[in-house]
Structures are given as structure tokens and as C-alpha cells.
Nanobody
């Protein structure tokens, strides 16, 4: 089992920055990938960013150039630095964990955090 604990969400204004963190615990002894997804009411969960065990990063087009995903393997923690936030970034953000390589489909991730709300006002 793997447990994920997220932090860092909040209410900000357009153009501001936030950093989300997600700490993994439990069976984290093998190579794994971690990602961030987001969801708004009535919509499916969508891919935002992911990082492989070796540090290769992947981004949705909507956040590319504005946000940075990173990880600290010693701390089993992944971060999402969100700059130049826009009102359309408002969503609940979920951290996800899977063994082996990065995939973009949320159905391929077996472990999820509880979600953290990010609200961007205009």
C-alpha cells in the first residue's frame, strides 16, 4: 500500500503562484512515477503533469511553460510549482502514484491523494 498526502492548495489571484506538495509513504522502495491531475465539477479528471523516477517530466499543453513538476526521491515527495495562475486553473488537484513508467491516463494510477483545492480569482 502507498499513502499520499497533499498540501499547498489555496485561494489566490490571477497571476499569482502556488506550490503543491505530495508526500508518499508505504511501499515506495521501487521505481515509481508520480503525477498531478485536476478535476472540476461535472468533468473528468485530467492530466496536468508527471515525473518519472529518473526525473523526466511531462506536461499538459495548458500548463507547459507556466508550471514545473519536480521530485525529491530521498523524501518520496513530488512538487508542482504553479506560476502565472489563471482562473481556468481552478480545480481540485490530486496527486497520483504508480509503479514503473509515466502514463497520462488517470486510470493507470493505483494510488491517489485526498485532493487539494486550488481557486484562482480574476
Amino acid at each position: 500500500q502507498v499513502q499520499l498526502v497533499e498540501s499547498g492548495g489555496g485561494l489566490v489571484q490571477a497571476g499569482d503562484s502556488l506550490r503543491l506538495s505530495c508526500a508518499a509513504s508505504g511501499r515506495t522502495f521501487s521505481s515509481y512515477s508520480m503525477g498531478w491531475f485536476r478535476q472540476t465539477p461535472g468533468k473528468e479528471r485530467e492530466f496536468v503533469a508527471a515525473v518519472s523516477w529518473s526525473g523526466t517530466t511531462y506536461y499538459a499543453d495548458s500548463v507547459k511553460g507556466r508550471w514545473t513538476i519536480s521530485r525529491d526521491n530521498a523524501k518520496n515527495t513530488v512538487y508542482l510549482q504553479m506560476n502565472s495562475l489563471k482562473p481556468e486553473d481552478t480545480a481540485v488537484y490530486y496527486c497520483a502514484f504508480r509503479y514503473m513508467g509515466v502514463v497520462l491516463a488517470p486510470t493507470e494510477y493505483g494510488y491517489w491523494g485526498q485532493g487539494t483545492q486550488v481557486t484562482v480569482s480574476s
